[in-house]
């Protein structure tokens, strides 16, 4: 029963889709990815030239106005993912929430010095060595990347509102502490990436369908289809608690 619930990942050949999960609930994966990322990236195209952007978000179960997981971001309208959107609004986000830096490399180095990333872990003292490995620790193994369609908030309405104010909230850090026990950011301080500010546009993408991938290489599609009493029931939806991030402010 297990298995038929949570089919494995597969390693064959990953161009078409593989191993569909289709279900009424976002595989576990997927919402531990989205609780835990501190950020996530946004690929945009304008039919010619892609582009990616490393975005503060805020993920949220459903929404008074969608009854379907809902992804939030912020953006200056004059920037080049704006533009983007705006002539072509599908998308894909990648959720990662390990930490993606290149361990030292195990391979012999004939040519002696060498340029680039990352350095040969000769070259490295005992302390950064030890320091690397505690900051690439892996989180998790897992990633997901999500398929949709960005929309783009009317201005002055009401979602737009409600959606940015819990934007702001779910980005506005508490006091942090790095590995050493200084104050890494000033009390009450946002995400350098958050857009909120003046003519910011709030941009949504509902969370239906994506694909899981572990760092082995294997990938699980999956999509998510709600049945159609959650669609008809806005009351419920709304006395539902909406938990950014899935943490409740």
């Known amino acids: 029963m297990a298995d038929s619930l949570n089919p494995p990942l597969s390693y064959e050949a990953s161009a078409t889709t593989t191993h569909p999960h289709i279900?009424?609930?976002l595989p576990s994966e997927v919402v531990a990815c989205l609780k835990n990322a501190r950020f996530l990236h946004?690929?945009?195209?304008?039919?010619?030239?892609?582009?990616?952007s490393l975005m503060s978000y805020t993920y949220l179960p459903s929404t008074p106005f969608d009854p379907y997981p809902t992804i939030i971001m912020t953006t200056n309208p004059a920037s080049r993912k704006t533009n983007h959107l705006l002539s072509n609004p599908q998308v894909s986000?990648?959720?990662?929430?390990w930490v993606s830096h290149r361990p030292p490399t195990r391979g012999p180095n004939p040519c002696?010095?060498?340029?680039?990333?990352p350095p040969p872990a000769a070259t490295r003292s005992s302390l950064a060595s030890l320091l690397?490995?505690?900051n690439t620790s892996?989180?998790?193994?897992?990633?997901?990347?999500?398929t949709g369609t960005a929309r783009f908030l009317e201005p002055g309405s009401e979602e737009e509102a409600w959606c940015k104010e819990r934007h702001l909230e779910n980005n506005t850090f508490e006091e942090e502490m790095n590995m050493f026990g200084q104050q890494a950011q000033s009390p009450n301080q946002r995400r350098p990436s958050i857009s909120i500010e003046g003519d910011a546009r709030v941009v949504t993408v509902r969370v239906r369908e994506g694909r899981i991938a572990d760092w082995?290489?294997?990938?699980?599609?999956?999509?998510?289809?709600?049945?159609?009493?959650?669609?008809?029931?806005?009351?419920?939806?709304?006395?539902?608690p909406h938990l950014a991030n899935g943490i409740s402010p």
Not at 112 to 117: H, K, Q, V
Not at 140 to 146: F, G, K, M, R
Request: charged share 25%.
């Open 93 to 97: 986000l990648l959720v990662h929430d």
């Open 132 to 134: 690397l490995n505690l």
């Open 23 to 25: 279900a009424t609930t």
């Open 42 to 52: 946004l690929a945009t195209c304008d039919g010619l030239t892609p582009h990616i």
């Open 216 to 240: 082995k290489g294997g990938v699980r599609d999956w999509t998510l289809v709600l049945d159609g009493s959650e669609h008809n029931n806005d009351q419920e939806e709304r006395a539902r």
């Open 112 to 117: 002696g010095d060498r340029d680039g990333s």
């Open 138 to 146: 892996a989180l998790s193994s897992i990633s997901t990347t999500i």
